[in-house]
T-cell receptor, first 114, second 112 residues
């Protein structure tokens, strides 16, 4: 079974540009989560999808961040326009709805905004 | 507020036992998780405790005391490959809310 995959692995962009991160969860997983880790800080929750619906987006920093999961499969997280403080590692995780508690993580996308 | 504390760094010797502590203060509690993360890789699940007591899984065990807001991860027969960051995380609500609140992680170095 393929694990959670994320693309790209690294992205370096200039302040003011737009970046779109992609996450492909494990096939069949209804729950999809986005997290972010800023250097020196703890991993922080951004949002949670159940299929294509946003269950909880309380962790989204501001309206420059837009997450979508059309069709309930892969998800994208767009940052527009990017700011310096958006730099960090963005993790995606997935698991089955109601089938347990373990979240399976992807390797993350390291975003650097210069 | 929500707060999870764990030591920043620990060092141990190959073959030894190490205990990594985690204390938490959260608005609610619905389970505590331990994840392992090697540099540049995805966090991987180690253990889950929701009731008080010890959960054992091979060389790794995890303990929880809800009344004290305390957990520890015990690693036995340490191997060099156990050098990694160990992350404590709490789920503060039940039901469909699945978000995790994380500690900063404990960087463990296993020396020969």
């Amino acid at each position: 079974e393929a694990g959670v995959t994320q693309f790209p692995s690294h992205s370096v962009i200039e302040k003011g540009q737009t970046v779109t991160l992609r996450c492909d969860p494990i096939s069949g997983h209804d729950n999809l989560y986005w997290y972010r880790r800023v250097m020196g800080k703890e991993i922080k929750f951004l949002l949670h999808f159940v299929k294509e619906s946003k269950q909880d987006e309380s962790g989204m920093p501001n309206n420059r961040f837009l997450a979508e999961r059309t069709g309930g499969t892969y998800s994208t997280l767009k940052v527009q326009p990017a700011e310096l403080e958006d730099s960090g590692v963005y993790f995606c995780a997935s698991n089955h709805q109601g089938a347990g508690y373990e979240q399976y993580f992807g390797p993350g996308t390291r975003l650097t905004v210069t | 507020g929500q707060n999870i504390d764990q030591p920043t760094e620990m060092t141990a010797t190959e073959g030894a036992i190490v205990q990594i502590n985690c204390t938490y203060q959260t608005s609610g509690f619905n389970g505590l998780f331990w994840y392992q993360q090697h540099a540049g890789e995805a966090p991987t699940f180690l253990s889950y405790n929701v009731l008080d007591g010890l959960e054992e899984k091979g060389r790794f065990s995890s303990f929880l005391s809800r009344s004290k807001g305390y957990s520890y991860l015990l690693l036995k027969e340490l191997q060099m490959k156990d050098s990694a960051s160990y992350l404590c995380a709490v789920r503060d609500r039940a039901g469909n809310n699945r978000k995790l609140i994380w500690g900063l992680g404990t960087s463990l170095a296993v020396n020969p």
